[in-house]
Nanobody, 123 residues
Framework: QVQLVESGGGLVQAGGSLSLSCAAS????????MGWFRQAPGKEREFVAA????????YYPDSVKGRFTISRDNAKSTVWLQMNSLKPEDTAVYYC????????????????WGQGTQVTVSS
């Protein structure tokens, strides 16, 4: 297991930007693909972004493609999510997660989760 701690959430106006970070500790960070998910009140947790172990591959759903960017630094055991052109519908609790699986777009692919950080986008 790897322990994950997110930070960087907050309140931002529509069209603004936020950067989330996730610091990992425990097992070797580079052994895990990393993902970001979000969950709005009354909705299921949904996939936002993923990055493979080396950082050479990134994956996004259409809802955030072109606006969000995931990146990682294995030497710092940290993954980031840069969010630009934010919309009110991006409001949610954002979670960082780690997986040893080769599949990483489903919540069930992930075995380690952070506690979440709130992102609120006002209109």
């Amino acid at each position: 297991q790897v322990q994950l701690v997110e930070s960087g959430g907050g309140l931002v106006q529509a069209g603004g930007s936020l950067s989330l970070s996730c610091a990992a500790s425990g097992r070797t960070f580079s052994s895990y693909a990393m993902g970001w998910f979000r969950q709005a009140p009354g909705k299921e947790r949904e996939f936002v972004a993923a990055i493979n172990r080396s950082g050479g591959g990134t994956y996004y759903p259409d809802s955030v493609k072109g606006r969000f960017t995931i990146s990682r630094d294995n030497a710092k055991s940290t993954v980031w999510l840069q969010m630009n052109s934010l919309k009110p519908e991006d409001t949610a609790v954002y979670y960082c997660a780690a997986t040893a699986s080769v599949s990483f777009t489903r919540t069930t692919d992930y075995g380690s989760w952070g506690q979440g950080t709130q992102v609120t986008v006002s209109s």
